[in-house]
C-alpha cells in the first residue's frame, strides 16, 4: 500500500512508524524541515516540505498514485482541504482526517463530509477518542489496560500480577480447572520488556502483566480472582476543563449517585465548564494548590484524573491528589519517556492521547475486515477485531485446532450475544467475529487471516 501522511508531528511519526514497519511505502508531508528531517532519520519514509493542502505539494509526495491520505496536521481546516484536493484532483480512495474543533462535529453538521460535500472518508476527533478511553477505564477501575470488542460483549484487560494475587504461580490450563465456568483466558504476558504469547503450562509469576480476554458479564468476577476488584469511582475530581475534562465530567454526571468536582486554572475555561456543566461544582485556580484540592474535597475522592495540556502538571496533581487522599489516580500523558515513572509515583493509570489517536486511525487503514483495533502493551502488541467473511481462509475450521501465525493468540470467538474460548468445541462460520491478540511483528499475518478476495465481489 503507498500512504500520504500529513503532519510529522506526535500522531503522523505513530502512523508513519506505523505502516512503513508493515512494509508499505509512505511519504511524509510537513512545512516544518526540522520535522521532516527527524522523521526521516528515524524511519524508512520519505519526507516533503511543503504545505499539505497545496496540490503541487501532495502532487510531489505522490498522492497521484497513493491507496491512503492520513492528514493529521495541527490545523482542521489544512486537513479538511488536504481531503478535499485528494479526492477532487487526485481520486484517492481513503482520506482520513483529524478534526478538533467540536463544532465540525455537531450533529446539526452532520452531512458536511458527505462526499458531495467536503469527500472525507473517516473523521478522527482525538479528544472524543481520549475521552472515551478514559470513560472504558473507569468501568474497568482495577484493570491497567481496557480495550472493549463485540460491543463489550469482549474484553481485553491487562492485569498485573501483584504480590500476594491470588493466582500468582497459576498457568492458562491451571486458571481453567478452577474456574471452569468462568470466561476467560490469558492470551499475552509482559515480563520485565518481553512480551510473548503463553504456553498452556507457562506459570504467571508477580510483577508480569497479564493480558486477559474476558467475556462481558465476567469481567467483575475475573477482576476479583486477580485481585483487583475495585468499585466504580463516586466521588471523582477532574484537573483541567478543557474539551476532555468537560467530556468527562458530562458523562459521569448522567451517572446515577456520582459527584464530580472540577479544578481549573483558567478563569474563562472555568467559566465556561460552569456554563455547560449542570451537577458539577467548577473551582477556578491551580490544580497544584494543596488547599483547593481540599475544597474540592480530593480526600474523600476515589479518583482524581489528571486532564490539562501539560504532561508534568498532569504527574505532579495526581501525586499530590493521592497524597491528600484521593484512592487512585488516572493521567493524560503524551511523551512516552514519562511512562517509566508511573509506578515510583504511584499513579494507577496513564493513558497516551497520541496512542488512542493512533489505534483509531490504524482501525480504518488496516486491510481485510478488521472492525476493531487497540494497541496495547505500550505499542508492542494489537488486539483486533475482524469479520470472518464467506472467502476467509477462517471459515470451516475448529476454533480449538485454529493453526495461527506464530506470535498470535485467540481472544475468543463471538457469535450473536455468545461468546466461545479457545478450548471450545466451535467450527468457526461465516461473519463471526474473531477477536485475536498479535505481536506487532505479527499483524500484518492476522490481516490476511480476515483478507477479502475478489470471488467475494
Not at 352 to 362: A, F, H, K
Not at 405 to 432: H, M, Q, W
Request: proline fraction near 4%; charge should be negative; hydrophobic fraction near 45%.
Amino acid at each position: 500500500m503507498k500512504a500520504v501522511v500529513c503532519g510529522a508531528g506526535r500522531v503522523g511519526y505513530g502512523i508513519a512508524r506505523e505502516l512503513a514497519a508493515e512494509g508499505n511505502s509512505v511519504t511524509v508531508v510537513d512545512w516544518s524541515q526540522t520535522l521532516i528531517d527527524r522523521v526521516t532519520t528515524d524511519l524508512d519514509v520519505r519526507g516533503v516540505v511543503g504545505h499539505g493542502s497545496h496540490p503541487d505539494t501532495l502532487e510531489r509526495a505522490g498522492i497521484a498514485d497513493a491507496d491512503l491520505l492520513v492528514a493529521v496536521t495541527y490545523s482542521d481546516e489544512t486537513n479538511m482541504v488536504a481531503c478535499q484536493v485528494a479526492h477532487s484532483i487526485f481520486d484517492t480512495p481513503l482520506k482520513i482526517a483529524r478534526v478538533r474543533a467540536q463544532s465540525y462535529l455537531a450533529k446539526s453538521w452532520r452531512d458536511l463530509f458527505a462526499r458531495g460535500a467536503l469527500p472525507i472518508d473517516v473523521t478522527i476527533s482525538p479528544e472524543l477518542e481520549v475521552s472515551r478511553a478514559i470513560l472504558q477505564r473507569l468501568e474497568t477501575p482495577g484493570a491497567t489496560a481496557t480495550a472493549p470488542f463485540a460491543n463489550n460483549r469482549l474484553q481485553v484487560l491487562g492485569l498485573r500480577v501483584d504480590e500476594g494475587s491470588p493466582i500468582a504461580g497459576t498457568n492458562r490450563e491451571h486458571l481453567r480447572e478452577l474456574f471452569p465456568d468462568l470466561g476467560m483466558d490469558v492470551v499475552g504476558v509482559r515480563r520485565g520488556d518481553t512480551l510473548f504469547i503463553p504456553e498452556e503450562r507457562d506459570p504467571l509469576s508477580v510483577g508480569d502483566d497479564a493480558y486477559v480476554a474476558v467475556a462481558g458479564p465476567h469481567v467483575p468476577r475475573v477482576l476479583d480472582v486477580f485481585g483487583h476488584q475495585v468499585q466504580r469511582a463516586r466521588r471523582v475530581v477532574i484537573i483541567g476543563a478543557g474539551n476532555i475534562g468537560v467530556y468527562v465530567a458530562r458523562a459521569l454526571e448522567r451517572m446515577a449517585g456520582v459527584r464530580v468536582r472540577v479544578i481549573e486554572a483558567d478563569k474563562a475555561k472555568a467559566e465556561k465548564a460552569a456554563d455547560s456543566l449542570s451537577r458539577t461544582v467548577v473551582l477556578h485556580g491551580d490544580g497544584l494548590d494543596r488547599r483547593l484540592l481540599r475544597e474540592a474535597g480530593v480526600e474523600d475522592a476515589e479518583l482524581a484524573i489528571c486532564l490539562t495540556n501539560d504532561d508534568k502538571v498532569n504527574l505532579l496533581s495526581a501525586v499530590m491528589a493521592k497524597r491528600e487522599g484521593a484512592q487512585r489516580t488516572l493521567c493524560l500523558v503524551n511523551e512516552p519517556g514519562l511512562k517509566d515513572v508511573r509506578t515510583e509515583l504511584g499513579i494507577d493509570i496513564m493513558i497516551d492521547p497520541r496512542g488512542v489517536t493512533v489505534s483509531t486511525i490504524l482501525q480504518h487503514i488496516r486491510r481485510g475486515r478488521i472492525t476493531g483495533l487497540q494497541t496495547l502493551a505500550d505499542g508492542q502488541a494489537e488486539a483486533l477485531e475482524g469479520v470472518a467473511l464467506a472467502t476467509s481462509p477462517l471459515v470451516g475450521k475448529s476454533l480449538r485446532d485454529l493453526e495461527l501465525p506464530e506470535d498470535v493468540s485467540v481472544c475468543a470467538l463471538v457469535r450473536g450475544e455468545k461468546v466461545y474460548f479457545r478450548n471450545d468445541k466451535v467450527t468457526i462460520e461465516t461473519n463471526d467475529r474473531l477477536v485475536v491478540f498479535a505481536l506487532k511483528a505479527a499483524v500484518p499475518k492476522v490481516e490476511q487471516l480476515f483478507r477479502v478476495s475478489l470471488e467475494y465481489f
